[in-house]
């Protein structure tokens, strides 16, 4: 299975400053078709999941600019050019190129400081 | 508009079953591949299955083969997920999610599983 592993855990930042949350693969997700299928999702406290980013560096519709996705590979990282009140969360990293399973990230908690 | 709503979640004991639904609406639901995915008090999501257009292929997680079926009715635009010999390691909030370039786009609001004697 693929391993998910993110790094901070716990994501404490100042309102207007930038924030980085990097997921890492155990497997390279590059799929034979050549996409990599690494998705992005945020969890506000009580709120479903909502995806931010797919195939890598896709925005889902809505999701507000300030949030991108890059990486290759087995490295990958989110990034919020500036944090809102509204972006704390939970943010988890997925792959969907070795399934299955499908395997999450164990999620990072941004907060605000 | 998307919407999935789930329905079904109870306290059930161990060794129980149950059967979760998903109703869908705002989309074609016989053209997306369909998701279950879970997530136990205060811990992470997991993965549990996974369903394609028609029903004929399905996929789930070690931790619930041969317990857990999942299915669908495109007529009724509903999602299933059948939940045999529960265990409390089972206790969890249940997603459904449709899919979109093999991640979970839309998710709905989650229905409680509690397993416990």
């Known amino acids: 299975d693929v391993v998910m592993t993110q790094s901070p855990l716990s994501l404490p930042v100042t309102l207007g400053q930038p924030a980085s949350i990097s997921c890492r693969s155990s497997?390279?997700?590059?799929?034979?078709?050549?996409?990599?299928?690494l998705s992005w999702f945020q969890q506000r406290p009580g709120q479903s999941p909502r995806r931010l980013i797919y195939?890598?560096?896709n925005r889902d519709s809505g999701v507000p600019d300030r949030f991108s996705g890059s990486g290759s590979g087995t490295d990958f990282t989110l990034k919020i050019s500036r944090v809102e009140a509204e972006d704390v969360g939970v943010y988890y990293c997925?792959?969907?190129?070795?399934?299955?399973?499908?395997?999450f990230g164990q999620g990072t908690k941004l907060e605000i400081k | 508009e998307v919407q999935l709503v789930e329905s079904g979640g109870d306290l059930v004991q161990p060794g129980g079953s149950l059967k979760l639904s998903c109703a869908a609406s705002?989309?074609?639901?016989?053209?997306?591949?369909m998701y279950w995915v879970r997530q136990a008090p205060g811990k992470g999501l997991v993965w549990v299955s996974r369903?394609?257009?028609?029903?004929?292929?399905?996929t789930h997680a070690d931790s619930v083969k041969g317990r857990f079926t999942i299915s669908r009715d495109n007529a009724k635009n509903t999602l299933y997920l059948q939940m045999n010999s529960l265990r409390a390691e089972d206790t969890a909030v249940y997603y459904c999610?449709?899919?979109?370039?093999?991640?979970?786009?839309?998710w709905g609001q989650g229905t409680l599983v509690t397993v416990s004697s």
């Open positions: 705002g989309f074609t639901f016989s053209s997306y591949w």
């Open positions: 195939k890598v560096s």
């Open positions: 999610a449709r899919d979109s370039y093999t991640a979970p786009d839309y």
């Open positions: 997925m792959q969907g190129t070795q399934w299955p399973p499908f395997t």
């Open positions: 369903i394609n257009r028609d029903g004929s292929t399905t």
């Open positions: 497997q390279s997700l590059v799929y034979s078709d050549g996409n990599t299928y």
